[in-house]
């Protein structure tokens, strides 16, 4: 039995998939001095050897060109304190580093403080998916960050969220 084929009608398929929690991430580079990035929470790890991870970011960004003239990027993984951190980021036409600390990483990409955690990676491959780029980047460093209390930042049905605490069901 096959079912009728229809139309999927963008904003019910943004619903649907804003029922799928996801991290936050914010993807950065720099190109001669000027550190770029954007927020992301299409992020996902691809393989363990080679160590690879994804994320994909709308064909028409403006940060995105820059970021693969550079060749490499970072994935700062937001910690549940960073909410301003992501707006500012997912924002276009404003100055998104504005009061934003940050030093650079091994490989030349800008490490935002406070993050949960951060893999410097080199761009690997890159594939045209519909209105998107599927970017997957070789981890060249990585640094997990020690504070046992740190909560990542979650986006779940158009918001953020918190884990429930240790232990609760």
Same mark, same amino acid.
């Given at each position: 039995?096959?079912? #009728?084929?229809?139309?999927?009608?963008?904003?019910?398929?943004?619903?649907?998939?804003?029922?799928?929690?996801?991290?936050?991430?914010?993807?950065?580079?720099?190109?001669?001095?000027?550190?770029?990035?954007?927020?992301?929470?299409?992020?996902?790890?691809?393989?363990?050897?080679?160590?690879?991870? $994804?994320?994909?970011?709308?064909?028409?960004?403006?940060?995105?060109?820059?970021?693969?003239?550079?060749?490499?990027?970072?994935?700062?993984?937001?910690?549940?304190?960073?909410?301003?951190?992501?707006?500012?980021?997912?924002?276009?036409?404003?100055?998104?580093?504005?009061?934003?600390?940050?030093?650079? $990483?091994?490989?030349?990409?800008?490490?935002?403080?406070?993050?949960?955690?951060?893999?410097?990676?080199?761009?690997?491959?890159?594939?045209?998916?519909?209105?998107?780029?599927?970017?997957?980047?070789?981890?060249?460093?990585?640094?997990?960050?020690?504070?046992?209390?740190?909560? #990542?930042?979650?986006?779940?049905?158009?918001?953020?969220?918190?884990?429930?605490?240790?232990?609760?069901?």
């Amino acid at each position: 039995m096959s079912l #009728p084929s229809t139309a999927i009608e963008p904003m019910r398929f943004r619903e649907a998939l804003g029922h799928y929690a996801s991290g936050i991430t914010v993807i950065t580079s720099q190109v001669d001095g000027e550190p770029l990035g954007f927020t992301c929470q299409s992020f996902y790890s691809v393989s363990m050897s080679p160590p690879l991870v $994804s994320f994909s970011v709308m064909s028409s960004s403006a940060s995105y060109p820059k970021i693969r003239q550079a060749g490499r990027f970072m994935v700062n993984i937001l910690s549940g304190e960073q909410v301003r951190i992501s707006n500012q980021f997912a924002s276009k036409g404003t100055d998104k580093w504005q009061g934003v600390q940050w030093q650079e $990483s091994p490989l030349g990409n800008p490490i935002i403080a406070g993050s949960l955690h951060w893999l410097d990676c080199e761009i690997h491959a890159e594939h045209v998916a519909g209105d998107h780029l599927i970017v997957i980047g070789e981890v060249k460093a990585l640094n997990l960050q020690q504070a046992a209390a740190a909560q #990542p930042l979650l986006y779940f049905k158009g918001q953020y969220c918190n884990l429930a605490a240790p232990g609760a069901v």
